[in-house]
């Protein structure tokens, strides 16, 4: 069987996911194409070399509409007759992007793939691609009481694991503090393509980290998600979640450059990790997002690797709550979970967030020597992807 590899992983900074947000300017496509050349560009690759280009994209409206793939390559000056497409899985959607991207390369439809993902959620708001919508009846059948937002579930999953509002907040001020410290040492130098925004200007920080946080000040800050009709449903909920300890929204592109092996090798390309294992799980779409439990559970089954083969844990920050359950049911040493920060401090621009976690995984692996590194991401609707790395 082939060997899928990843020969490189690159992304943009995070800029603030609102009008006038660092990279609020920068059309998506183009944000996208950034990372498409740079990967090129690095590895003295010609586009038409490339079989496919797989992107993760979550709100396909507007500026995001029609195959936004499709429109980043063209953008990106790839020969024509490369093709492209967007897929669509919440928030792992680039990651299940790579998952495709490698999938393929094993079963030998491809020799080289391009995966990523892309979300400026400045200019297409979370949740545009559903404005209008109705629920189906079937749903509403089988939910009589209704799904609740993604903030009520991260209220939902800290109540049942009892992680209280100090804990939450001391989290997220470590996100920031191991955030910080990854920029300020230069770790990040290597995954960061920095992007035009307007004039000569260049964007290469991400704007969402903040050094000084404090889990003090966070204690200051009120809940968001309560409301008198869901505090009437959920009486038992204390509201703990905060913008704080939630991920910040943000405009952003990352990419993995994935190949077989053989092709890699052909090609005077050093690969730095191989595909070990994959899964996909669903779960109950009212807590929502603790999908990354059993699908963590699910891949270290079907790979044969214990938790304590693992050496770095990458586990998307949505809220502060989800790691941190997370956490409870498996044990790590904390070191070893988000170690540069997570999406608390560096966003979550959704459709991006798989395949900068993978970036940010590979790195970590190769500067802690490790040899196992276990990716996992909460998704909309009861969902997580789980991917095993390791590294060459």
């Not at 459709?351 to 790195?363: E, F, I, K, N, P």
Request: hydrophobic share 45%.
């Amino acid at each position: 069987m082939r060997s899928a590899v990843i020969v490189d992983a690159v992304r943009t900074p995070s800029g603030r996911g609102k009008p006038g947000g660092a990279l609020s300017g920068v059309h998506p496509a183009d944000l996208a194409a950034a990372v498409l050349t740079t990967l090129l560009e690095r590895n003295g690759l010609e586009s038409a070399q490339v079989d496919d280009v797989i992107l993760g994209c979550v709100s396909q409206v507007g500026d995001q509409a029609m195959n936004i793939a499709r429109h980043a390559v063209l953008a990106a000056g790839f020969d024509e007759k490369v093709p492209a497409t967007t897929v669509d899985r919440q928030c792992g959607s680039s990651q299940q992007a790579a998952h495709f991207a490698a999938q393929g390369v094993i079963a030998g439809a491809y020799d080289i793939v391009i995966a990523g993902g892309v979300e400026s959620m400045s200019r297409v708001p979370l949740g545009s691609s559903g404005a209008g919508g109705s629920v189906p009846e079937g749903i509403r059948h089988r939910y009589p009481d209704g799904l609740v937002n993604q903030g009520v579930s991260a209220e939902l999953i800290a109540d049942r694991w009892g992680l209280a509002r100090d804990e939450l907040d001391a989290y997220a001020a470590e996100s920031h503090r191991r955030a910080a410290h990854a920029w300020r040492h230069g770790w990040f130098d290597r995954q960061v393509t920095p992007v035009l925004a307007g004039g000569s200007d260049a964007v290469g920080f991400d704007e969402t980290v903040r050094e000084g946080t404090t889990a003090e000040a966070l204690a200051g800050l009120p809940p968001v998600f309560r409301t008198d009709a869901l505090a009437a449903r959920f009486p038992q909920l204390e509201w703990r979640i905060t913008a704080g300890s939630s991920s910040p929204l943000t405009d952003a592109a990352s990419a993995t450059l994935i190949m077989a092996e053989e092709t890699a090798s052909a090609l005077g390309l050093t690969p730095r990790a191989r595909f070990h294992s994959f899964a996909v799980v669903g779960d109950d779409p009212l807590l929502m997002l603790t999908g990354p439990i059993p699908a963590t559970r699910r891949i270290l089954d079907r790979s044969g690797l214990s938790i304590s083969d693992i050496d770095v844990f990458e586990v998307n920050e949505a809220f502060a709550s989800v790691p941190l359950a997370w956490q409870r049911e498996f044990d790590v040493d904390p070191q070893s979970l988000n170690p540069w920060g997570g999406a608390i401090a560096l966003g979550h621009a959704v459709g991006a967030s798989g395949t900068r976690l993978m970036a940010t995984l590979v790195d970590a692996l190769e500067q802690r020597g490790g040899r196992y590194g276990l990716q996992t991401m909460c998704e909309g609707g009861g969902l997580a992807n789980a991917t095993i790395l390791e590294r060459l």
